[in-house]
C-alpha cells in the first residue's frame, strides 16, 4: 500500500531525506554533508542511497511510498524537473533531477524551489493553516518568499514569482546579490542588517553591540543588534527600526499587489519577535491603502528548525 512520502532537501552544505506519513508526522530522517566540491552526480548517488537508507530504516520498501518531493535552491523549472546552476551547488547546471530520481527509484518525484517549498509548508502545517491566502517571507542570509493561494503556490509564467527580496526600494541603494541595487534583500537580510550595524558603529561607537563582539566591527552580526536592542541601546533600536521601515515597505508593496490574508515572516524575525514585528506592522498599515492592509495579519512563521522537512513532503501530501 502507497501510505508513506520521501522528501528530500537539498542544500549547500547538508542533504537531508525524511520519511513521513500521510499527515505529515515525520517518521525517519537521514543526514549527510552535500560535498557540493565532488559535484552533482556524487550527491544525487548519495540522496538515492538516503531514500533507501530512511525505507531500511522503518522497515517499508519503494512499493510503500507514493511520491518524493524534493526541495532544491532555485532556478529550477518545475514541469520538467531540471535544476539550474543554484548559487549553493556548484556544477549543477541544467541538471534533469526529477528524471535522475525517477528513473532509478521508480516513484513519482516533485521539485520545487525551497522558498515556494518553505511556503507551501507554512500553509499546510504552520501559521498560515486555516488561510487561502497566504505570503510567507524568511529573512535570513537572503529574503525569499512563496505565495500560496487555496493551497496551491502561485508559480508565474516560468516559476520566477514569489521573488519578494528582489523588490527594489532604493535604485541608488546597497548592490544587492542579484546584481542590482537597492533591493529589500540587499537592506534586511541577515548580511544586510549586519553591514549596514558595522557603518553605523564606524560612526558612532558609543554601543553596547561592540561589547558583544569584543570590540571587533567585522564580527558584529544581526544577532548582536538584536540582543543589543533587546537591552535598550539606542543605535541597535534605531537599526532594528531602520530594518521594520524597509521590511514594512517591502510588505506594504505585497499587500497592495497580492491582498494576503496573513503574511509570515521567518527566521531573524521569529528570534526578534514584536521587537521587529511591531514596527513593521505599523508601518505597513501606514504605507499600505487600507483594505489589504486591514486583511493582512503580519505574524511569525511557526515551523522553525523543521521547515525544511515539512517544505519537501508537503510537496506530495
Ligand atoms: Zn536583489
Known amino acids: 500500500m502507497k501510505s508513506h512520502v520521501v522528501g528530500i532537501d537539498i542544500g549547500g ?9 500521510k499527515d505529515g508526522n515525520i517518521l525517519q530522517k537521514v543526514r549527510k554533508p552535500t560535498e557540493s566540491e565532488k559535484g552533482p552526480q556524487h550527491a544525487v548517488q548519495l540522496l538515492l542511497n538516503m531514500v533507501d537508507e530512511v525505507l531500511n530504516l522503518s522497515g517499508l520498501s519503494r512499493e510503500n511510498i507514493s ?6 535552491g532555485g532556478p529550477l523549472d518545475t514541469k520538467t524537473g531540471v535544476v539550474y546552476s543554484p548559487p549553493n551547488l556548484p556544477g549543477w547546471d541544467a541538471l534533469p533531477l526529477k ?36 505570503l510567507y517571507m524568511t529573512m535570513s542570509t537572503g529574503i525569499g518568499g ?29 548592490l544587492c546579490g542579484c546584481g542590482k541595487q537597492g533591493c529589500l534583500e540587499a ?13 553605523a558603529i564606524a560612526d558612532q561607537s558609543n554601543t553596547s553591540i561592540l561589547k558583544l563582539t569584543g570590540g571587533q566591527i567585522n564580527r558584529v552580526r544581526s544577532e548582536h543588534v538584536l540582543q543589543a536592542a533587546r537591552n535598550g541601546d539606542a ?15 517591502g510588505i506594504a508593496n505585497l499587500v497592495n499587489i497580492l491582498n494576503p490574508e496573513i503574511v509570515l515572516l521567518g527566521t531573524i524575525a521569529v528570534a526578534a519577535g514584536d521587537l521587529l514585528l511591531n514596527p513593521i506592522r505599523r ?26 522537512d515539512l517544505a519537501a513532503i508537503s510537496l506530495v501530501i
Open 283 to 308: 508601518t505597513v498599515s501606514e504605507m499600505a491603502m487600507q483594505r489589504p492592509s486591514e486583511m493582512a495579519k503580519i505574524m511569525p512563521a511557526e515551523l522553525g528548525d523543521s521547515i525544511g
Open 146 to 174: 512563496g505565495i500560496v493561494v487555496n493551497g496551491e503556490i502561485y508559480h508565474g509564467a516560468n516559476d520566477s514569482a514569489g521573488e519578494v527580496g528582489h523588490q527594489i526600494l532604493l535604485p541608488d541603494g546597497p
Open 13 to 21: 552544505t547538508k542533504l537531508a531525506t525524511v520519511l513521513a506519513d
Open 235 to 249: 543605535l541597535a533600536v534605531a537599526l532594528i527600526e531602520e530594518t521594520a521601515y524597509y521590511m514594512g515597505w
Open 67 to 72: 511520491g518524493i518531493g524534493v526541495s532544491c
Open 99 to 134: 528524471d535522475m530520481i525517477e528513473s532509478e527509484l521508480h516513484i513519482p518525484t516533485v521539485l520545487e524551489n525551497d522558498a515556494n517549498a518553505s511556503a507551501l509548508a507554512e500553509a499546510r502545517f504552520g501559521g498560515g493553516r486555516g488561510y487561502d491566502y497566504v
Open 187 to 199: 537592506l534586511c537580510s541577515g548580511p544586510s542588517i549586519a553591514r549596514r550595524a558595522q557603518e
